[in-house]
C-alpha cells in the first residue's frame, strides 16, 4: 500500500501540513524545530514515502514540463542528425533547471484543440508550424508561454521565434551555383514542409535570389520516390542543379541518383540544409547550408524558461523576439559545374 503524507504525519505525532512543509516546501507558516524536521525526514525514509508528483503539480499549479511540438515527427535515425542537435539543445537548457522534456506530435493533430494547453505543461516550444488555420487558432487561445521555431521574421505576430537566415542561405546556395556556371536550377521540398512558414520562406528566397542572378529555377514538390526522381529529370534533362530544403531530402536524392545511374556531382549537382553530420558519410560528401540547430534550440528553450519564470512570479512578460541566425555554405564533393552532356537514362 502506498505510504501517504497522512501516514508519516501519524507516525512522527504531527500535523500533516507540517510533514508536507519539511518534505515539500509548502506552508510557510508552519512552524518546527530543527529536531522535528529531521525526525519526519527519517520516518518518511523508513517508511518508503514516495511524493505524489501529479498532486504536487497540481497543488504548485506547475508541472516542470515543457513540451516540444512537432507537426510532422517521424523517427530519430543517423540520416536524420537534425532532429538529434534540436534536442539536445532543448535539453541542455532545460535538464539544469530540472524541467522534463516531452515530445508532442500528436496533441497538434489530435480532435481536443486545446490538448497542448490543458495544464500538462508550463510552457511549449514549436517547432516547423505550418501556420494552418488549426494551428493558428492554437496559437491565438494558448494559455501558456509560447515559443516557436523556424518560423520567420513576420509569421508569428506575438510569439518569440528562432530561425535560421534563410534568405541570406539561399542566396549563398545562388551565388555558388552561379559560380559554377549552372543556369537552371531547381529547389526541392517534401510536401510536408511544403506548407510549413520555413518551407514557404526557403522556397521564396531561393527563387528570388535566383531571379536576382538571372538564374532559370523552378520549384519541385518531391515525394522522395525513384519513380517520381525519374519522372523529374525526364521532364527536366536541362536541370543541372538541385538545392534541398533538408539534408535528408538531399540524401534520398543522392540515393535516388545512384539507382538511376546518374553521376553525382558529374552529371547533377546537389545541395542539402542543415550540414550534419551526415553529409560526411554521404557519397559523395554533400555541400550543405550550416545552420545553427542545437544553439538556436537552447536560446529559444531560455527564452521560453525566462517567459515561464516571469509568468510565475506575476511579472509583466517580456515583448516577444525574432532571433534570426546566420549560416554559411559548406562545400564538399556534390557540387561541380556543370556537364556539357544532359542527363539521360
Known amino acids: 500500500m502506498k505510504v501517504t503524507i497522512k501516514d508519516v504525519a501519524e507516525a512522527a505525532g504531527v500535523s500533516a501540513m507540517t510533514v508536507s512543509t519539511v518534505l515539500h516546501g509548502s506552508g510557510s507558516n508552519v512552524r518546527f524545530s530543527e529536531e522535528t524536521a529531521e525526525r519526519i525526514r527519517a520516518l518518511a525514509k523508513e517508511l518508503h514515502y514516495q511524493p505524489n508528483y501529479v498532486a504536487r503539480s497540481l497543488r504548485l499549479k506547475r508541472t516542470n514540463t515543457v513540451g516540444v511540438v512537432f507537426q510532422h515527427f517521424d523517427r530519430l535515425s543517423e540520416d536524420n542528425p537534425y532532429y538529434p542537435k534540436l534536442l539536445n539543445g532543448v535539453m541542455s537548457a532545460l535538464f539544469p533547471?530540472?524541467?522534463?522534456?516531452?515530445?508532442?506530435?500528436?496533441?497538434?493533430?489530435?480532435?481536443?484543440?486545446?490538448?497542448?494547453?490543458?495544464?500538462r505543461f508550463d510552457g511549449v516550444l514549436w517547432a516547423r508550424p505550418d501556420f494552418s488555420e488549426a494551428s493558428l487558432?492554437?496559437?491565438r487561445n494558448s494559455t501558456v508561454p509560447l515559443v516557436m521555431m523556424h518560423a520567420p521574421v513576420g509569421t508569428a505576430d506575438g510569439i518569440s521565434s528562432f530561425t535560421a537566415d534563410n534568405v541570406g542561405a539561399l542566396e549563398q546556395v545562388i551565388r555558388h551555383l552561379s559560380g559554377l556556371g549552372h543556369e537552371k536550377v531547381t529547389f526541392a521540398v517534401d510536401p510536408v514542409n511544403e506548407h510549413t512558414a520555413e518551407g514557404i520562406a526557403r522556397v521564396d528566397a531561393f527563387l528570388n535570389a535566383a531571379s536576382e542572378a538571372k538564374i532559370e529555377s523552378r520549384v519541385w514538390f518531391w515525394d522522395e520516390r525513384t519513380r517520381t526522381l525519374d519522372e523529374f529529370l525526364s521532364r527536366n534533362r536541362d536541370c543541372t542543379a538541385i538545392a534541398c530544403f533538408s539534408d535528408t531530402i538531399a540524401g534520398h536524392l543522392l540515393t535516388g541518383c545512384k539507382e538511376l545511374g546518374i553521376q553525382i556531382p558529374r552529371d547533377l549537382s546537389v545541395i542539402g540544409f542543415d550540414s550534419t553530420t551526415f553529409c560526411e558519410r554521404t557519397t559523395p560528401r554533400l555541400t550543405s547550408v550550416h545552420q545553427s540547430v542545437e544553439q538556436m534550440a537552447y536560446d529559444a528553450t531560455k527564452h521560453l524558461l525566462d517567459l515561464i519564470k516571469a509568468r510565475r512570479e506575476g511579472e509583466i512578460l517580456s515583448l516577444p523576439i525574432s532571433s534570426t541566425y546566420a549560416c554559411s555554405l559548406d562545400v564538399r564533393d556534390s557540387t561541380a559545374p556543370p556537364s556539357k552532356k544532359k542527363i539521360t537514362k
Open 137 to 139: 487558432e492554437k496559437f
Open 97 to 119: 533547471e530540472s524541467y522534463t522534456l516531452a515530445l508532442c506530435p500528436s496533441l497538434v493533430q489530435g480532435d481536443n484543440p486545446h490538448s497542448i494547453w490543458d495544464g
